[in-house]
């Protein structure tokens, strides 16, 4: 799952870097005279803002269920340790408690 949230933040960073290289080779067309409330140039930076923004989204996703499985697996295997200690020190009390 990480994986893929990993690999959906790859795909929006690249495309909103494609989205910016388009826009500024439009203003080098453009020149100074291109007004910065054109609708071409407005949708642009709407379309590159709104793709950073779920590109960092998916970063967040993919490290936070990166950290919970890595916290998922810590709390398992002490777990599994702790009934594994658990059980054999209880048949050592049986076993103590079977001499006396």
């Known amino acids: 799952m990480q994986s893929a949230f990993f690999t959906l933040s790859a795909i929006k960073y ?18 100074e005279s291109w007004p910065v409330d054109d609708p071409e140039r407005v949708e642009l930076n709407l379309r590159i803002k709104s793709l950073g923004q779920k590109g960092g989204d998916y970063l967040a996703y993919g490290l936070t269920a990166l950290l919970v499985s890595m916290l998922d697996s810590y709390v398992s295997a002490h777990l599994y340790r ?18 006396f």
Not at 18 to 26: E, K
Not at 93 to 98: A, L, P
Request: charged residues 40%.
């Open 14 to 31: 690249r495309d909103r870097n494609r989205l910016r290289d388009r826009l500024h080779r439009l203003e080098a067309q453009q020149g």
């Open 82 to 99: 702790f009934e594994r200690n658990f059980q054999v020190y209880a048949g050592r009390g049986i076993e103590v408690s079977m001499r």
